[in-house]
């Protein structure tokens, strides 16, 4: 079975700091992988996701993730980091000939103005 | 247009009681999950339903757990006897189609059990 990792539990930055979240994955066939947001209050929304192509991928507001096949990550990033990122962040991706997403146990950033 | 909705948003009951918890998800969409948020962890599949197919309760952590969705849209989740264990946020989503997509998610219901 598929299974997500995300290191980083805990993430506290200063605004204008940069920003790496870590996501590995266990699935060596052909992947399609997910960053998902939740902001304090809110629904748990895409961020952006990587099917095939390029393996760097833009998403809004500001962040991209590159998809790096030899070290199974799917690294989330941003330049800047503002105050308003303060969320939740989970890396998903469905198992092998699975339809369901795994998700990893997700990452509190808490960026301080 | 309308997003996924959730009810009730907020549940206390007391163990051994029995709730349902209901999903309407967006107008169109074929899949449908049910997840589960404990303080902490990540999202716990529970089970997934895709149109008239038979659903996915490989992730039900018992069988006091269990999920039907009516006419391919309203999904209701009853959990039986509840136990303190219980206590999480309950996430529904759901996608367009049957293949690998983005999920689009509901606010969730908070169940709570004393």
């Known amino acids: 079975a598929q299974s997500v990792s995300q290191h980083n539990h805990h993430v506290i930055l200063s605004e204008a700091a940069s920003l790496e979240l870590g996501c590995n994955y266990s699935?060596?066939?052909?992947?399609?992988l997910f960053w998902y947001v939740q902001y304090p209050g809110q629904h748990l929304q895409l961020l952006l996701k990587?099917?095939?192509?390029?393996?760097l991928v833009k998403g809004i507001k500001g962040f991209e993730a590159e998809f790096i096949k030899s070290k199974f990550s799917f690294n989330l990033r941003k330049p800047s980091v503002q105050w308003s990122d303060t969320a939740e962040y989970f890396c998903?991706?469905?198992?092998?000939?699975?339809?369901?997403?795994?998700f990893g146990r997700g990452t509190s950033l808490i960026v301080h103005p | 247009g309308a997003g996924v909705s959730q009810s009730p948003s907020n549940k206390v009951t007391e163990k051994g009681k029995d709730v349902e918890l209901r999903c309407d998800p967006i107008?169109?969409?074929?899949?449908l999950y049910w997840y589960r948020q404990s303080l902490g962890q990540g999202l716990e599949f529970l089970i997934y339903?895709?149109?008239?197919?038979?659903?996915?309760k490989s992730g039900l952590p018992s069988d006091r757990f269990s999920a039907e969705r009516t006419g391919g849209s309203v999904s209701t989740l009853t959990i039986q006897r509840t136990q303190q264990e219980d206590s999480a946020v309950y996430l529904c989503?759901?996608?367009?189609?049957?293949?690998?997509?983005?999920?689009?998610f509901g606010p969730g219901t908070r169940l709570t059990v004393l």
């Open positions: 989503a759901s996608s367009l189609t049957r293949s690998v997509d983005e999920q689009f």
């Open positions: 699935y060596g066939g052909t992947v399609n």
């Open positions: 990587y099917f095939s192509g390029d393996p």
């Open positions: 998903a991706t469905p198992s092998g000939g699975s339809y369901i997403p795994t």
């Open positions: 107008s169109g969409h074929t899949a």
């Open positions: 339903f895709q149109g008239n197919s038979a659903p996915d």
